[in-house]
């Protein structure tokens, strides 16, 4: 069973599903868009860090649905692991594993901000295999299929290349999720022909990069729910990816960071090379 169905999916059977992130966001995270009450939103670890009723109930949604397509399978979602750290040892397990963010940019769903999404990925022995990228209040849903390309809405999309000697646009970690090293790090993209911004959701940038629309993202944190559909979808579209050290980066864990995922090769490896303090040459 667990052979066929990874099969099926790498054959570009997504259909369920994509039909399963659309219900669970139907069903847990439209309804609650703009209707949240001030007890249904919960701060995890500071103002910043916020999770909501519509995040634990889609979580749920989607663990239920998804182990059910494939048994066997398991899910390592953001919730379930702010509850048990212990979830995350999946990851380097061998079953295959669903990575579920339900609500990606909670503090934009908070305040009504249409730019969240709900990720899903699936990866086996620590191979992204798929990802599912589903803006709900944005009407967009992305898929990518391991060595089958990427797609907006059932159309090809690629990522293109930046304009030779354009400024690069390059969302960037919050201050807040910062080490010290890293806020130094981040520092060095702040020369000429770059233009550093915070990040909003980072399953968006992702599909934002996917879809030529952002240069690049310089990240600070290693959540596999975070990175791992957006990982694929940028890897299908054309783009690369790269951590500090020069390494590619592992959801399973334990990356040099910052990271950086770009629209190709020679951006990722400018942006790579400014955050490891070298001279910048465009």
Known sequence: MIDSFLAHVLDGGTTEVEEAVREAAAAEISPRFRQLADHEIIEKNGPYDLVTVADRAAEEHLTKTLTALLPGSVVVGEEAVHADPAVYGALRGDAPVWIVDPVDGTRQFVHGDPGFCTLVALAHRGELLASWTFAPALGELAVAVRGRGATLNGAPIRSGSPAPGAELTVATSHPDYTTPDQKRALLGLATEGVRPRPCGSAGLEYLAIARGALDAVAFS??????????????????????????????????????FTAARDAATAARVRDLLAGAPDRP
């Open 221 to 258: 944190w290693e959540y596999a729910w975070d990175h791992a559909a957006g990982l694929l979808l940028v890897a299908e579209a054309g783009g690369a990816q790269t951590t500090v050290a020069g390494e590619p980066f592992r959801i399973t864990g334990g990356n040099a960071l910052p």
